[in-house]
């Protein structure tokens, strides 16, 4: 464990806290390319230029934890997740701000299964080079996660009411955003048909 004087430059949050109702399991234990959405998520920042990294659980959280072994991972859980995604958010960044020097954190979502440890580099390298405040991804005429945010920021992620999410952020300072494109972020799984589909477009 690093100490609080100890310089933490990128953080990351992982937010995998919803109970998949669309679903009608459990989306974090989806397998996709012989890996959970979750596993693949966690592999992903964790093979990526970040700090520390942070998972947040809400739903499902005892199903989940007795088929993914987390033990060497620091995860929270959001006892408030069915108010909204915010509430996951903020609970992991003031985890992060609390414990560490940030100066930036980034988001992801455990049901983006396309989201690799390439893409999450090539935005913390566009927030170093580029000077601006928040790196967001670009996919079907939009600007989403997984998306970076300057320290400059936290107060008003931390003031984001239950059902706002960080695109309100995003859209609301898009003179300091710069954009990466990434095309599959586009494809998320939220129902039974999304993870079909998936799967039929991996065999192809």
Same mark, same amino acid.
């Given at each position: 464990?690093?100490?609080?004087?100890?310089?933490?430059?990128?953080?990351?949050?992982?937010?995998?806290?919803?109970?998949?109702s669309r679903l009608g399991k459990p989306k974090q234990?989806?397998?996709?390319?012989?890996?959970?959405?979750?596993?693949?998520?966690?592999?992903?920042?964790?093979?990526?230029?970040?700090?520390?990294?942070?998972?947040?659980?809400?739903?499902?959280?005892?199903?989940?934890?007795?088929?993914?072994? @987390?033990? =060497?991972?620091?995860?929270?859980?959001?006892?408030?997740?069915?108010?909204?995604? !915010? +509430?996951?958010? $903020?609970?992991? %960044?003031?985890?992060?701000?609390?414990?560490?020097?940030?100066?930036?954190?980034?988001?992801?979502?455990?049901?983006?299964?396309?989201?690799?440890?390439?893409? @999450?580099? =090539?935005?913390?390298?566009?927030?170093?080079?580029?000077?601006?405040?928040?790196? !967001? +991804?670009?996919? $079907?005429?939009? %600007?989403?996660?997984?998306?970076?945010?300057?320290?400059?920021?936290?107060?008003?992620?931390?003031?984001?009411?239950?059902?706002?999410?960080?695109?309100?952020?995003?859209? =609301?300072?898009?003179?300091?955003?710069?954009?990466?494109?990434?095309?599959?972020? !586009?494809?998320?799984?939220?129902?039974?048909?999304?993870?079909?589909?998936?799967?039929?477009?991996?065999?192809?």
């Open positions: 464990m690093r100490k609080k004087d100890e310089i933490i430059t990128i953080g990351a949050i992982i937010l995998a806290a919803g109970s998949s234990l989806l397998i996709f390319e012989n890996e959970s959405l979750l596993e693949r998520a966690i592999r992903a920042t964790q093979n990526a230029n970040v700090d520390q990294f942070v998972v947040i659980l809400g739903g499902n959280v005892d199903e989940i934890q007795s088929k993914i072994d @987390l033990s =060497s991972r620091k995860v929270l859980m959001n006892h408030n997740w069915s108010s909204g995604m !915010a +509430s996951s958010m $903020q609970l992991g %960044l003031r985890y992060l701000i609390e414990n560490y020097n940030l100066e930036a954190v980034l988001l992801l979502l455990c049901d983006q299964p396309y989201t690799h440890a390439g893409v @999450l580099n =090539s935005i913390i390298k566009a927030y170093k080079e580029s000077g601006k405040g928040i790196i !967001a +991804s670009k996919y $079907q005429n939009t %600007l989403g996660v997984p998306a970076l945010f300057d320290k400059r920021y936290f107060d008003e992620m931390l003031s984001l009411k239950s059902t706002e999410g960080a695109k309100k952020i995003i859209l =609301s300072h898009v003179e300091d955003t710069v954009t990466i494109d990434f095309p599959l972020g !586009a494809i998320d799984i939220d129902t039974v048909a999304d993870y079909e589909k998936l799967i039929h477009q991996s065999l192809n």
